[in-house]
């Protein structure tokens, strides 16, 4: 298992984060992939080195569907057939939860989101967003998906060439991948998580404007596509992954 961590600017969090999914996935290799934060952010950076990850580091900011197929790319290449999940570096997401998704991928074989069900005390943009985009999803793909922007996402090593052709440079990519996905008409498995938000989410670097913007153009993209019948260019073959395993594997690479 490859743990994939794309990270701007990250905090104090990053380092014991790495060392806590290395206690919980023996033998899993974390490789944190930096999008052009600079000098300042070396320090943790290096700091999450001595925790055991591979860290890469871009030079210009580009944004996190960039990040996300670097990381494809160099898990493909340096470690090939070993299965990747994506974890965001800005402590939402429980180690116990990133386990519980890594082994329904495992079990499966199919795509996993870790969903969010924005209860408690969740940013009132955070809460709204997503309920206006999960119905903005059913309507373009007929498709329930819970929480279409959770950056927790496992995906089997099948699909990493695939997922290195998707276009989209930053939060519209992760949109785009599922789009794709649930056009081929495979399988999305779906496990709820924890909603955790630390001091109203501020080390989000999501913009509310200018990406939702992005997000948005591919979803009425795909809705002018379903209702056309027209074949999205680059949709992900059917055959890209195994939607059963029948002897779910252990956490070990």
């Given at each position: 298992m490859i743990v994939l961590v794309p990270v701007y600017r990250p905090g104090d969090r990053l380092p014991p984060l790495v060392g806590d999914?290395?206690?919980?996935?023996p033998g899993a290799d974390v490789l944190v992939v930096d999008d052009g934060s600079g000098p300042a952010a070396a320090g943790v950076l290096e700091a999450a080195r001595d925790r055991g990850a591979t860290v890469l580091r871009r030079r210009v900011n580009r944004g996190k569907g960039v990040v996300l197929r670097t990381g494809f790319r160099y898990a493909s290449t340096h470690h090939p057939g070993r299965?990747?999940?994506?974890?965001?570096?800005?402590g939402q997401h429980c180690v116990p939860d990133v386990c519980a998704v890594t082994d329904r991928m495992r079990a499966t074989g199919a795509p996993t989101l870790g969903v969010r069900e924005f209860d408690g005390e969740v940013p009132a943009r955070s809460r709204f967003g997503n309920a206006a985009t999960r119905v903005a999803f059913r309507l373009a793909t007929?498709?329930?998906?819970?929480?279409?922007?959770?950056?927790?996402?496992?995906?089997?090593?099948?699909?990493?060439?695939?997922?290195?052709?998707?276009?989209?440079?930053?939060?519209?990519?992760?949109?785009?991948?599922?789009?794709?996905?649930?056009?081929?008409?495979?399988?999305?498995?779906?496990?709820?998580?924890a909603t955790r938000y630390h001091g109203d989410n501020s080390g989000s670097h999501f913009s509310a404007?200018?990406?939702?913007?992005?997000?948005?153009?591919?979803?009425?993209?795909?809705?002018?596509?379903?209702?056309t019948g027209r074949a999205e260019v680059g949709d992900v073959p059917a055959a890209a992954v195994t939607t059963s395993r029948p002897t779910p594997a252990s956490r070990t690479p």
């Open positions: 999914l290395r206690d919980a996935l299965d990747v999940i994506c974890v965001d570096a800005d007929g498709r329930d998906v819970r929480d279409t922007q959770t950056g927790l996402r496992a995906y089997p090593a099948a699909l990493l060439g695939w997922l290195t052709t998707v276009p989209g440079d930053r939060f519209e990519y992760e949109m785009t991948v599922l789009l794709r996905l649930v056009r081929a008409g495979l399988p999305v498995e779906q496990v709820e998580i404007l200018a990406d939702s913007v992005r997000i948005y153009r591919p979803l009425a993209a795909s809705a002018l596509a379903r209702l």
